[in-house]
């Protein structure tokens, strides 16, 4: 088997943010009107009244503090309560696109690779803003790549998943380095309305460089010694939303269309879901849990990630070792552990041990074991 490499990692972040503050402030004022609005049908129990959020339960059930979106105004305002992004002309590029530019540049850039030395494009990510073209094919136009680009989404886990098709690519002759982006509008598939859920998500893009050993330059890489993917079909995290959904007028923006979970269930299912994976993983690279020095976890819910490092470790793991990134930015789906692995890669030595881990929805989980190089 060819050694292969992440040569380079990249992050596009939104300019705009918005606070736990800013967005509780928001729903509240939504759920109090709502209450007015409805108060005679909820008097006679005909409907619920909707219960106010908190910073504090929001801060203490995830660890979120802050996330980025694409568009602050459209989303904190009651009156709307999604982003606000005026559709464009076919002729100019599409936000995702920007968004996947951005990030690829970066890791071009870490890579110490152009456009003349990718030979394909995979966009992996959890919603894509048409159904075609492919977003990839117009990111590859944007960068000026030759070769070919799919799209492919594993909801979360697109990232981990993406790399490994970049492997497969790479080890059948098909290309020489790939460039798998994330670009993740989270806040458009987000019921803002939610009181359960409408804390959770944020936009971002990832983009990394997948590539042979031998042609690798740049002072980033991490040598992939083992991975693996898993997938279990489950019903606790589902997004409704498609091209069928004409069909049936009824159902049309209802919300089941947008992103929607039983979050307790995930928390008990996925965790020791994601724990044994990883074990798994670290173990088939004949290697133990204790020479693991980082673990990149997907960046949904800090308690998740806490639970999940002492199901592998059997004590806490220090800030360090698993470094959190959700506090600033949410859950940017397939990003998450990416963006983790590019802010927190840096101060590793030379042969140091990590592991990127995504899960999400499908369920899905994929595991990369890495080597500074
Ligand atoms: N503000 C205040 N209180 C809230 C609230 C909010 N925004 N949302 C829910 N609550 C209340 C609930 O009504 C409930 O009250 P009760 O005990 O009186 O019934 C209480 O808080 C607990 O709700 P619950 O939904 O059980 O919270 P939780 O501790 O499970 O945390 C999640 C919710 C979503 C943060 C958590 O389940 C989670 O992160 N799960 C992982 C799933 C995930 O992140 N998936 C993303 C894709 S990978």
Wanted: a negative charge; charged letters at 20%.
């Amino acid at each position: 088997m060819q050694s292969i490499v992440i040569s380079g990692t990249g992050l596009y972040t939104p300019t705009e943010s918005i606070s736990n503050e800013e967005l509780i402030a928001s729903y509240n004022a939504y759920a109090a009107r709502y209450n007015t609005e409805n108060a005679v049908a909820i008097d006679q129990g005909e409907i619920s009244a909707l219960e106010a959020s908190s910073v504090g339960f929001v801060e203490k059930a995830s660890g979120i503090k802050s996330r980025y979106v694409m568009n602050k105004e459209g989303v904190l305002d009651i009156n709307r309560m999604c982003p606000s992004l005026p559709e464009r002309s076919d002729d100019e590029p599409s936000i995702m696109c920007e968004m996947a530019v951005a990030a690829a540049k970066q890791a071009l850039q870490r890579a110490g690779k152009t456009a003349a030395d990718i030979d394909a494009v995979i966009c992996a990510a959890s919603n894509m803003q048409r159904a075609y073209p492919a977003m990839a094919v117009e990111i590859q136009n944007a960068l000026g790549i030759t070769g070919y680009a799919y799209d492919m989404n594993v909801a979360c886990s697109s990232a981990t998943f993406g790399i490994q098709a970049a492997v497969g690519a790479l080890q059948s002759g098909q290309a020489r380095a790939v460039l798998v982006v994330n670009p993740e509008i989270t806040s458009g598939h987000l019921n803002w309305r939610d009181r359960d859920s409408h804390f959770i998500f944020g936009d971002a893009c990832t983009a990394v460089i997948v590539e042979l050993a031998e042609h690798a330059t740049s002072a980033h890489q991490f040598e992939i010694l083992a991975m693996k993917l898993k997938t279990q079909f489950s019903n606790n995290i589902r997004n409704n939303f498609g091209f069928l959904n004409r069909g049936d007028e009824t159902g049309i923006g209802q919300a089941d269309k947008l992103f929607r979970q039983q979050g307790r269930k995930v928390f008990k299912e996925v965790c020791p879901m994601a724990a044994e994976m990883i074990s798994n993983t670290v173990h088939s690279a004949k290697l133990k849990i204790e020479e693991i020095q980082r673990f990149w976890l997907h960046q949904a819910n800090l308690n998740m990630n806490l639970l999940i490092a002492r199901l592998i470790l059997g004590r806490d793991a220090t800030p360090e070792e698993s470094p959190t990134i959700l506090d600033r930015y949410a859950n940017t789906s397939s990003a998450g552990s990416i963006i983790a692995f590019h802010q927190h890669q840096d101060d590793l030595a030379k042969n140091a041990i990590g592991v990127i881990c995504s899960f999400g929805a499908g369920y899905s989980i994929g595991c990369v074991v890495v080597r500074k190089k």
